[in-house]
């Protein structure tokens, strides 16, 4: 039974690899499927249709909320011109020295990664900071991958991610902030030296570019005609996780004072309600995509929690699992690539199953899938060339998104190597 | 000959074409276009005016620059000018059909590219940027008399241009050529 549902995973893989499925729709499936061959009933008590499907369904809810509250944010701060204007300003002051614009680029991706993730990320912090970075002179893989590393700095503060990991994996917010406290250096370091490193060994490029003096449509969006945000407000994205990381306040209302503070820093009152309105429904066509995504992962966590499939998969996954603290790190570090190309290990398809499965079977403690599922998050989330925010940032700086993967997959190993050193350390 | 779009026409100022590769650039947007004329023009001044000197980089030659619509581009590790030969060409062909001869002799457009990109070598030294930013003269920061010199992103292209204009005595700036370039082999459904 246990070898029907990992062949029945290995085939929703090859259909999420091979794009013959949206991962959201492969995962439902799957998780239908395995909860059938786990010999679940239809309906009733550990069912397809009222454990799987309605209870799984929302059970990732607080995550939901989350993503949307960082998405209204996120738009708010495009709207409002924070980000444009710390990129703008960081030019200024430093666009005689590409490493110090490249690294003021970095913070700003960091800063904007800690409120929202994905291609939303990348574009607040990329529209004008790739430009500007290939404007200085720094070479366009670099841009690109300055903006993913720059994320990654953020991920580990990313406030709807601890609630997802906290809800997904059944642990108190407090647990999984520690962990990431513990991850964000490898990723601030790996960050930094890339940018090093990469201006060292790339250098300065200028061209000669034709395109440099066509016409550019000049319709001046809302941002432009208000100009600059205020210095004060350029505070926002760091509001939240003041609150949530300084004084240990609960995720949501972290995220609903940065929104009012984005709000009465940079609108006049008489424009709040529309100005809230507008980046409201902004922020939910932004949230659409991982919406739908964390529904069907919290489908497929029930189905895999099923009594069924944990007792199917427990001795199969057992073998596989080293239990020591060096084999653990050696094998899980080896296996980073499983999480490039949606495979089996991406904690955002079907490694959340995985996840669950390692849980529920109680081959490891859930601290420790913690560390193995964000350390491989580290690495999708900037080298993964099928993730949203890589293809975008690529495709925007004009280079490939496997170009970006090649430059920085040594960067982003390094920290999952980390992560897993600590996991091993603090939990094994 | 296909028609060129307002952008390459002959009858723009060429301050008025630096003026819109500033508008073009990132951070720029929603300047007033009265502030990114005086940047320009102090910009291409001091272009105009810097010490002409050789090329040392490398120099290396590619036949892709129409599909990738380059010119020329230089790398500082290692030091090299790469020539986009089929682009150089081109151009040569597009002076021609346009009658521009009289302001880009015949080789221009190639010693045009040296001397851009090794304007773009001179600004590798630091008392060179700083005296364009002084020459620019935006703030980045003022507190009563102590005050910070911004870079203004874009300003390097221009003077690197005015620069390639002077040495190598060319009637219009390069610029008008690269415009008119774009507009026959850079817009979808043109010729390349």
């Known amino acids: ?428 | 000959m296909k028609a060129l779009g307002a952008a390459a026409d002959p009858d723009t100022d060429d301050l008025d074409l630096a003026v819109r590769l500033l508008a073009a650039t990132p951070t720029h947007e929603g300047r007033d276009p009265a502030l990114l004329r005086r940047w320009a023009e102090a910009a291409d001044a001091f272009g105009a005016a810097l010490e002409p000197g050789p090329c040392r980089a490398r120099i290396v030659e590619r036949d892709d620059g129409l599909e990738e619509l380059l010119l020329a581009r230089y790398t500082s590790r290692p030091a090299t000018v790469e020539i986009c030969t089929d682009t150089v060409d081109r151009a040569e062909t597009l002076i021609d059909e346009l009658g521009w001869r009289s302001w880009y002799p015949v080789g221009s457009v190639r010693a045009a590219a040296l001397a851009h990109e090794s304007a773009h070598e001179h600004f590798h030294h630091k008392e060179t940027r700083t005296a364009l930013k002084e020459a620019i003269g935006h703030s980045a920061l003022r507190l009563g008399r102590f005050r910070v010199l911004a870079h203004v992103a874009g300003a390097e292209e221009i003077a690197a241009h005015a620069y390639a204009r002077t040495v190598c005595g060319l009637g219009r700036s390069p610029l008008l050529l690269t415009a008119a370039l774009a507009a026959v082999v850079g817009a979808p459904g043109r010729e390349n």
């Open chain 1, 1 to 428: 039974m246990g070898v029907v549902i990992l062949l029945v995973m290995a085939a929703g893989v090859a259909a999420m690899l091979t794009r013959k499925l949206p991962t959201a729709f492969a995962l439902v499936i799957l998780a239908v499927v395995i909860a059938f061959v786990a010999g679940a009933p239809l309906t009733g008590k550990n069912s397809v249709v009222d454990t799987v499907l309605q209870e799984g369904a929302p059970a990732l809810a607080a995550t939901m909320i989350a993503i949307v509250l960082g998405s209204w944010l996120g738009k708010l701060l495009e709207e409002t011109g924070v980000a444009a204007t710390l990129v703008r300003k960081i030019v200024e002051f430093g666009g005689d020295r590409p490493v110090v614009v490249a690294l003021g680029v970095l913070a700003v991706s960091a800063l904007v990664g800690t409120v929202t993730g994905s291609a939303p990320a990348a574009m607040l912090a990329g529209l004008i900071g790739i430009p500007a970075m290939i404007a200085v002179g720094i070479p366009k893989v670099t841009a690109a991958g300055t903006i993913l590393m720059g994320i990654a700095v953020g991920i580990p503060f990313e406030l709807p991610l601890w609630q997802f990991f906290s809800t997904a994996l059944e642990l108190p917010v407090p647990t999984v902030r520690g962990f990431m406290v513990k991850l964000f250096p490898f990723a601030l370091v790996a960050a930094v030296l890339y940018v090093f490193v990469e201006s060292r060994r790339r250098g300065v490029e200028h061209t000669w570019s034709l395109k440099s003096v066509q016409d550019k449509p000049r319709s001046p969006n809302r941002r432009q005609r208000l100009g600059d945000a205020p210095w004060y407000a350029l505070l926002t994205p760091a509001v939240p996780l003041i609150l949530a990381l300084g004084f240990e306040l609960a995720i949501i209302p972290s995220m609903l004072a940065g929104v009012l503070y984005a709000l009465v820093t940079t609108t006049r009152p008489r424009e709040m309600n529309k100005r809230l309105l507008r980046t409201l429904y902004g922020g939910f066509e932004v949230a659409a995509p991982p919406i739908a995504l964390f529904i069907a992962i919290g489908i497929l966590l029930a189905a895999v929690k099923l009594p069924g499939a944990v007792d199917a998969l427990e001795p199969l996954v057992k073998a596989a699992s080293p239990q020591n603290a060096v084999l653990f790190v050696g094998v899980f570090t080896l296996l980073v690539p499983l999480c490039l190309y949606r495979g089996p290990l991406n904690v955002f398809g079907l490694g959340a199953g995985i996840a669950g499965v390692l849980i529920s079977t109680g081959i490891y403690p859930a601290a420790v899938v913690l560390g193995m599922a964000t350390s491989y998050n580290q690495v999708f989330g900037v080298a993964d060339p099928t993730s949203t925010q890589t293809v975008w940032a690529a495709q925007y700086a004009g280079v490939s998104p496997q170009q970006v993967m090649v430059r920085t997959l040594p960067y982003v190993w390094a920290v999952a190597l980390g992560g897993l050193c600590v996991t091993a350390a603090s939990y094994l």
